[in-house]
């Protein structure tokens, strides 16, 4: 028998647990009170107990969930900051610089140079996007269909674009250096304005094609984002990473046993070793910073659980300071490049020396021409007024 006070205080706390948003887990079953839309929560160890039944307090919990993704977001803020402070400038402006000191000297402009500026074109793109990518840090953009859609194809092309790239420059260093298939005649500029404009027409149906057939299907879906859709993250991963890098792979190792059968002609293994070395260096940091990308989309594609699907949410809602920290890295590799190119490259860096003297020279020639005619003015000045 339970005595009338009992029952009194058992009434009291019911009606105080209705009021806090508590919950009340019985004995057999387990009974949800709160109140408004709140999602319940799970009880931490601090419970109060009454006639074998619990209740927690889910303040604490709550408090406790919003201080770890607050510090969440001051990592992701400050690794933003890191980015913008140090990673974008090199990446924007050295990616710029490629483009116009190459453009300068068209005449002196080689194939593998003509292979660079595209790629230096794709990742100015992608450092331009960045921006609003690394400030994402609370996901909510990818709340919005358009941005995100928007945000998933310029990724898309710049990533296909680039390994398209990396591919064929490979396959292209191969044909220079192992001289098949006639290279003198099939090496041409020509072929290789054809050879970027089909990269680039590839890349761009490789991202709009799928786009396009999954818009379709999703057309009545308010918040449907292109880049959620499971089809699409396995193709991204497929096309544009495992496929292409074992393609890589192979010419390289063809490109090994190249080097290793000219041994005998040092001068010769010298010149083709550095020819080979930025396009190595290339190809690995481009390894690097999508490998954490596309091992996380596959995490996500692998561990999709009924509980993500029913809320709604997808992987990087669940996990968004490693989302946002793959995507620094994926976003890192083209800010890298322009590094790399310019201190590897012995071509791009006489053809900068060369363009800092002209606009040195241009400089100064303007200030003398300026000051020359200056002083001519004014000495007719003078002679007018006398």
């Not at 929560?41 to 107990?49: G, I, K």
């Not at 490049?337 to 002209?358: A, C, H, M, V």
């Amino acid at each position: 028998m339970i005595s009338a006070d009992l029952f009194g205080t058992t009434t009291n706390l019911n009606a105080l647990a209705q009021k806090s948003k508590f919950i009340y887990f019985a004995e057999n079953h387990t009974t949800e009170i709160y109140a408004g839309p709140a999602s319940p929560v799970l009880c931490n160890s601090t419970y109060f107990e009454l006639n074998g039944s619990r209740f927690c307090n889910e303040s604490q919990t709550l408090s406790l969930v919003d201080k770890s993704e607050q510090q969440q977001y001051v990592i992701g803020l400050f690794l933003s900051c890191l980015y913008t402070i140090f990673l974008f400038p090199v990446g924007f402006v050295g990616n710029i610089l490629i483009l116009v000191v190459n453009i300068s000297f068209r005449e002196k402009m080689t194939i593998p140079d003509l292979y660079f500026i595209n790629l230096a074109a794709a990742d100015l793109i992608l450092v331009v996007d960045s921006l609003i990518e690394v400030f994402n840090l609370d996901e909510k953009y990818y709340d919005i269909t358009i941005i995100c859609t928007f945000m998933s194809l310029f990724l898309q092309i710049n990533m296909y674009s680039s390994i398209f790239f990396l591919t064929w420059m490979s396959f292209d260093r191969y044909i220079a250096l192992a001289k098949v298939m006639k290279s003198n005649l099939f090496r041409t500029m020509e072929h290789a304005r054809l050879s970027c404009g089909l990269i680039w027409l590839a890349s761009i149906s490789a991202a709009l094609v799928p786009f396009t057939a999954v818009h379709l299907q999703h057309s009545g879906e308010i918040h449907f984002c292109f880049a959620d859709v499971a089809e699409i993250q396995w193709l991204e991963i497929t096309l544009g990473f495992i496929i292409p890098f074992a393609i890589i792979g192979l010419c390289y190792s063809l490109i090994v046993r190249v080097l290793i059968s000219a041994h005998k002609h040092r001068s010769l293994r010298i010149r083709r070793q550095k020819a080979l070395r930025m396009i190595f260096v290339v190809v690995l940091v481009f390894f690097i910073c999508w490998l954490p990308e596309n091992v996380f989309i596959s995490v996500q594609l692998l561990q999709k659980t009924e509980e993500s699907s029913s809320r709604g949410q997808s992987f990087r809602h669940n996990y968004p300071l490693t989302g946002h920290i793959v995507n620094l890295a994926a976003f890192s590799n083209s800010c890298l490049n322009p590094l790399i190119y310019s201190f590897l490259g012995e071509t791009f860096r006489d053809k900068l020396k060369l363009y800092i003297e002209q606009k040195t020279k241009v400089s100064i020639l303007n200030r003398l021409c300026h000051a020359t005619l200056k002083s001519v003015i004014s000495d007719s000045t003078e002679q007018s007024e006398v």
